[in-house]
């Protein structure tokens, strides 16, 4: 026991692995709070399809030589969050299948451009971590910490001050329009978040497994919780401490960041998952 | 001045027309019934009234002080996603929203509002309960005090009743008619035509036909007598 916390002291008087630690958590607890939301508004395609996008503006930004890549990547992200909650209310093109289009297109290109302007020797490595985040947490720049600080204060601020409001236009969007919320207003407000959320997290678990960041932790508490306000601390605390957990496993068994935060959170829901049976069993006895 | 009053008022999404020249006034107190066949447009024109899709022409004015903001909601069909985590009390109070500005929070006002209708509707002992688990009749009386929440001064029941038994239906219009002596307007829509009938004051009928006068006349005026089914040749 002694010899791990040793080994933690060790390991913490590198600044990388506070960065990847703090970011990681801001990361967790922004993912996590609009998780019930999205997985009742059946937004959660959109998160996916926006994680591709922002690997296709990663990969443009990577191959135009930009020092700072959020800087094209998140207005990207944003704009493509917006126009895909658009087409998938005027149901000419059905919402899902956009979303696969632009989500498939934003791969391939993405891909081909890597290929085409490779910006080091070895492509394959790249893609890997652009899409499972392989080391990106634990290379993080100071600037790049304080900026995933500012962006998950936005994130908690806006969650915060709306949360009635989006608890009331996840729940009955004819009514709260009737009430005067523009629920419209709302859920662009919703995708813009999701598509900061969806940014920040490359960082942290890589671009395919964002979703599971972001659905898991809400999964997991509407298993035990049957109110929002208890759903939604429980899976900021679920989420935290799968990725908590998961870096430091990770530091110490040096398994990839994000996939052993996804495994933590899976984990997570198997044990939220019985719990909820026991406990709807006990209730009716 | 009426509360609400149209003229020559037509209703319908886009450039399709459900229902159109309708003429009609609600007062304080009125209990107003929408009668039709299915797809005659009722539930459209709710959604006129509420301002959730514009009128294709014709005007409605609001009057004796109603905002916009003041009508209480109850939606034809809510369809809660399954498995919604939601209590009794969050989605009540969730009706306070419409008169809070752009305040975030509920405050000491909201909080009493929600227990107290919630206390009117009889479901004093459930605010902890999930919304998902409770039955139809409870889940009805959960959004009507969510929409007394919205307002003390008129109410808009879209088919109310509609999937609940005879005995919380009876139940249900009772709460109405209790609302409605308190002094809030009530305008329902009733696919349960000898509900309305023995509720309401005022009537509006729309279809191929459009009435729009006391309840009384509605009993004896030809559409009135067609539609219910006394003497007409409607009968199913
Ligand atoms: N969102 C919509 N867009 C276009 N047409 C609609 C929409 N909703 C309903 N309609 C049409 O409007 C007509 C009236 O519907 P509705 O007002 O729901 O009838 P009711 O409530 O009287 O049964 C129907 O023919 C229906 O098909
Ligand atoms: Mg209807």
Redesign the interface.
């Known amino acids: 026991m002694s010899e791990l916390l040793d080994k933690f002291q060790l390991y913490f008087q590198f600044p990388f692995v506070r960065y990847a630690l703090v970011v990681g958590v801001l990361i967790a607890l922004c993912s996590s709070l609009l998780g019930?939301t999205l997985v009742?508004k059946?937004f959660s395609f959109i998160g996916d399809g926006l994680s591709h996008v922002a690997f296709g503006a990663m990969a443009v930004a990577a191959v135009v030589g930009l020092t700072n890549d959020m800087l094209l990547v998140m207005p990207v992200t944003i704009i493509c969050a917006v126009l895909l909650l658009k087409t998938g209310q005027n149901a000419k093109i059905k919402g899902d299948a956009s979303v696969a289009m632009i989500s498939v297109g934003a791969l391939a290109i993405g891909y081909l451009l890597m290929n085409l302007f490779p910006t080091s020797s070895n492509i394959s490595a790249d893609v890997c971590a652009t899409l499972f985040g392989s080391t990106s947490i634990l290379t993080l720049t100071q600037f790049e910490v304080w900026l995933s600080v500012a962006l998950s204060a936005v994130v908690v601020i806006i969650f915060?001050?709306?949360?009635?409001?989006i608890?009331?236009v996840t729940?009955?969007e004819?009514?709260?329009?009737?009430?005067?919320?523009k629920a419209n207003a709302y859920n662009l407000l919703i995708a813009a978040v999701i598509a900061v959320v969806i940014v920040l997290a490359m960082n942290l678990v890589g671009s395919l497994l964002i979703s599971a960041l972001i659905i898991f932790p809400a999964l997991s508490?509407?298993c035990v919780?049957?109110?929002?306000?208890?759903?939604t601390i429980c899976s900021v605390c679920i989420s935290i401490f799968c990725a908590t957990a998961g870096i430091l496993f990770s530091i110490i068994v040096s398994t990839p960041v994000g996939p052993t935060i996804v495994v933590a959170d899976i984990a997570m829901f198997a044990v939220f998952r019985v719990i909820g049976a026991i406990n709807s069993k006990r209730n009716k006895i | 001045m009426a509360q609400i009053s149209c003229k020559e008022l037509s209703i319908g999404y886009e450039s399709h027309i459900v229902a159109e020249k309708l003429n009609f006034e609600i007062n304080a107190g009125d209990y107003f019934a929408v009668v039709g066949e299915n797809g005659a447009g009722k539930s459209t024109l709710i959604k006129t009234l509420l301002g959730l899709i514009k009128p294709l022409s014709g005007e409605i004015v609001f009057g004796e002080g109603l905002r916009k903001n003041e009508i209480g909601y109850l939606p034809q069909q809510t369809v809660v996603q399954r498995d919604f985590p939601a209590s009794v009390f969050e989605v009540v109070i969730s009706g306070c929203l419409s008169s809070m500005g752009s305040r975030p929070f509920y405050g000491e006002r909201e909080k009493k509002s929600a227990k107290e209708n919630i206390e009117k509707m009889g479901l004093v002992g459930l605010e902890k309960r999930s919304y998902r688990e409770l039955s139809g009749g409870q889940q009805q009386r959960v959004l009507l005090a969510r929409a007394l929440c919205a307002t003390r001064k008129l109410i808009l029941l879209d088919e109310p009743t509609s999937g609940l038994d005879p005995k919380v239906t009876a139940e249900l219009y009772d709460l109405i008619e209790k609302l409605n002596k308190g002094g809030t307007t009530v305008i329902m829509i009733s696919h349960d035509i000898g509900a309305a009938l023995e509720y309401a004051n005022k009537i509006l009928h729309i279809g191929a036909e459009i009435f729009f006068g006391d309840t009384s006349d509605y009993l004896i005026s030809e559409i009135g007598r067609k539609f219910t089914g006394n003497g007409g040749d409607e009968n199913e």
Do not use: P
């Open positions: 019930v009742l059946r915060i001050l709306f949360y009635n409001r608890f009331a729940f009955d004819n009514f709260a329009n009737s009430t005067g919320i508490a509407m919780f049957k109110n929002f306000k208890a759903v």
